[in-house]
């Protein structure tokens, strides 16, 4: 159930802002929270689904989305990261593995302490989504033909 939790919070985080806004169902508990841990944010937006609050928003040159349970608990944070700042052996890797892909994007998400990376990946075929681990296991979690 975890797995399928993460999923969908992953899939909405790399899709973006894939939902629809309801700010005015936005709850005291995930506003108080939300401003207790991530105090300076700005540009704010909302959004919400049935069961999670999802905020994106800048903090310092960061845009970052952070995921809140109904109850105002944080579930999850995700930032787009550098290529670079992925560790050295899964560099290495997916520069060996993938080298006819073009990298789209790379996400950092936190979830609970534990930290993945997530890798877009497009070789004008197929496109692919990499999951790297903190220590740099690569696999493939998700690939669909154009």
Do not use: C
Request: hydrophobic share 40%.
């Amino acid at each position: 159930m975890k797995k399928l939790f993460f999923a969908a919070l992953l899939a909405v985080s790399v899709a973006g802002s894939a939902f629809a806004s309801d700010v005015t169902k936005l709850s005291t508990k995930v506003k108080n929270a939300f401003d207790a841990q991530f105090a300076g944010a700005q540009n704010v937006e909302w959004s919400s689904r049935e069961t999670f609050t999802k905020a994106a928003f800048n903090l310092g040159e960061e845009r970052i989305e952070a995921f809140f349970s109904v109850d105002g608990e944080l579930i999850a944070t995700s930032r787009k990261i550098d290529f670079k700042r992925l560790p050295l052996n899964a560099i290495q890797k997916i520069k060996k593995d993938y080298a006819s892909s073009s990298i789209e994007e790379v996400i950092e998400f936190d979830q609970d302490g534990e930290k993945n990376y997530y890798v877009s990946l497009d070789n004008g075929q197929t496109k692919k989504i990499l999951e790297v681990s903190l220590y740099g296991a690569v696999s493939v979690y998700h690939g669909v033909k154009k």
